[in-house]
């Protein structure tokens, strides 16, 4: 391993790459402590101790921000609006002609899909951008406690004027507009996965500083157990994320002129974690989203009672309705987004094409079925570990921390499953680099 290392940096390309990725995430990560203009820097300090309390909604969305949101920061949006821009032309495609023709011209058809990406990337940051900024006047972005219950909201943006309020929206827009471009410049330039390496380095800048609330709060024992599952979940997820159901193909021969072409043999890798994070990342969103809307109604009366049953139900983790919707609402989700990821008839149409077949099955129809009947059977394990990997933290946390919701997030299933998948693939673009140029890679 230390050798391993070593070569990475006698490397000149190599090393210059790992160090304009280093660079661009020191620059992500000074920007998330930059505040916006129109904040109140007071008021930002008694909502970062309202999200290390309980702020429920404002935990979630501030992982993915590494903070910043709290902050109020220039990079308050992070990476989100991309993410969600992806994943909805991801699921467009399947359903726009247009975008399926695209899609299907290669390389020039992926510039454009991208274009579109970036331009949905901006009007999704705008309507967030806004509504935070709405929202934040409204008493600590909503997030806060219901009026009238004894405890204080905080008022982010003093001034309402219009003024003021485009500029924090044009701050904020702009700041997730340079982050994509940092995100695309590290794939470009840096060591690859650029928006991975952003959404890694959000995530992890938390961890260490939640570890220390759990010392404090809980002690050393709870600490220790704490790690000794995240570690062994850890390395179940290594396991899972590796593992793959091949399936064989083996291609006809055939004679073209004096010569015969075919007759080898390859396979299909299909994941048993095809779907990765994403399953995690629709439904937590999905649950927020009564949270949010709870934020429009009436701070009193039924509004009031409205926001009490969230908290204690759809957004406290060690609720039976939580777990229960949680958990289903993974496993649906798996099977949603592997069905949208792998087409069993267009993999099936394209081995027939290329003279292809499965050994035992006919090509065309038999072949999907065969494909769409494993794909359903690997997706189920699949999508009950990730499941399990997003609750079982939540619930230890959970019950020696209620209050601390941000320790839950950072300790919970999307932080591992992110940190280790971004992680993998890392490794493997570094251990690639070293195999071009005839070193001993990381991977053995």
Do not use: C
């Amino acid at each position: 391993m230390l050798n391993s290392l070593s070569n990475v940096f006698r490397i000149p390309d190599l090393r210059n790459k790992i160090l304009f990725t280093l660079a661009m995430i020191a620059i992500y990560r000074l920007g998330a402590f930059i505040p916006a203009p129109g904040i109140d820097l007071e008021a930002i300090d008694a909502l970062k101790e309202q999200a290390r309390e309980g702020s429920n909604a404002l935990s979630f969305m501030s992982l993915f921000s590494g903070g910043a949101l709290t902050n109020s920061a220039i990079f308050a949006l992070g990476i989100m609006p991309y993410i969600t821009a992806s994943i909805i032309m991801q699921i467009l495609t399947v359903v726009i002609p247009k975008l399926e023709e695209w899609q299907n011209q290669g390389a020039v058809g992926q510039r454009k899909i991208t274009q579109w990406t970036r331009y949905m990337t901006v009007a999704i940051a705008v309507l967030q951008a806004t509504g935070f900024v709405f929202l934040f006047q409204s008493g600590g972005g909503g997030f806060g406690h219901a009026a009238g219950t004894g405890a204080n909201n905080y008022v982010l943006v003093p001034d309402s004027s219009i003024h003021i309020v485009a500029l924090i929206v044009l701050t904020l827009t702009g700041g997730m507009a340079l982050l994509m471009w940092m995100g695309e410049l590290i794939t470009q330039r840096g060591i690859g996965n650029g928006m991975s390496l952003l959404i890694f380095a959000s995530v992890v800048a938390s961890i260490p500083f939640q570890g220390v609330l759990v010392h404090s709060a809980a002690g050393w024992g709870h600490l220790a157990f704490l790690i000794v599952i995240l570690i062994a979940l850890l390395v179940a997820i290594v396991f899972i994320e590796q593992g793959q159901r091949r399936i064989p193909v083996q291609f006809a021969k055939r004679v073209v002129g004096r010569r015969m072409y075919g007759g080898q043999s390859t396979y299909i890798p299909l994941k048993v974690n095809q779907s990765g994070v994403i399953p995690i990342i629709f439904a937590s969103s999905v649950l927020y989203l009564p949270q949010l809307m709870a934020t429009l109604v009436p701070s009193d009366g039924w509004g009031a009672s409205v926001q009490r049953w969230m908290d204690d139900n759809l957004l406290n983790p060690t609720s039976v309705v939580y777990l229960t919707v949680f958990g289903l609402m993974i496993v649906g989700f798996a099977y949603f987004y592997t069905a949208i990821s792998f087409d069993p008839a267009k993999q099936a149409e394209t081995i027939r094409k290329q003279g292809g077949f499965i050994p035992g099955i006919r090509p065309g129809p038999q072949t999907e079925r065969y494909l769409g009947k494993i794909l359903s059977r690997i997706t189920l394990p699949g999508a009950l570990f990730i499941a399990a990997v997003a609750l079982v933290p939540a619930i230890y946390i959970g019950n020696i921390l209620p209050r601390n919701q941000a320790a839950i997030v950072s300790f919970g299933g999307i932080s591992i499953l992110i940190a280790v998948g971004v992680a993998l693939e890392t490794m493997k673009q570094i251990d690639s680099q070293l195999m071009m140029r005839n070193y001993e890679g990381f991977l053995k």
